[in-house]
């Protein structure tokens, strides 16, 4: 049993892009360097008020309920502070970034949209 073990550990390894000798492009240090600073705003800055985290779900409703956007688009991080939506994550396109932040600004409560989300590259 341990060797058939071996062997499916084995050519998983092989079968690996690291392996293969192709680059993988992985590294979020800069990414979570900037999240470490005091402007950069995380979920763990979500507004505690019963209207921000209402203003929250309206928001992740609407973009789920919308199968014109990319799942990434759909799974962005939507954080709340008194009114103020700040939206952060991969999109796919300009337009698909443009509409994320239309759906956040329609929703009733909400005092602004800062729009930090970021456009994949392909």
Avoid at 48 to 75: E, P
């Amino acid at each position: 049993m341990r060797f058939l073990w071996a062997c499916a550990l084995a050519g998983m390894v092989a079968a690996s892009p690291v392996a293969a000798g192709q680059q993988v492009d992985a590294d979020n240090t800069a990414k979570n360097v900037r999240d470490r600073g005091d402007k950069t705003l995380t979920p763990m800055d979500q507004g505690g008020s019963a209207a921000d985290r209402d203003t929250t779900a309206k928001i992740r409703r609407a973009l789920v309920d919308d199968d014109h956007l990319s799942t990434n688009a759909q799974n962005i991080k939507i954080i709340t502070r008194d009114g103020a939506v700040t939206l952060r994550g991969p999109v796919k396109s300009v337009e698909e970034k443009q509409a994320v932040a239309a759906k956040a600004q329609q929703v009733a409560g909400v005092k602004r949209v800062d729009n930090q989300l970021e456009i994949e590259r392909e």
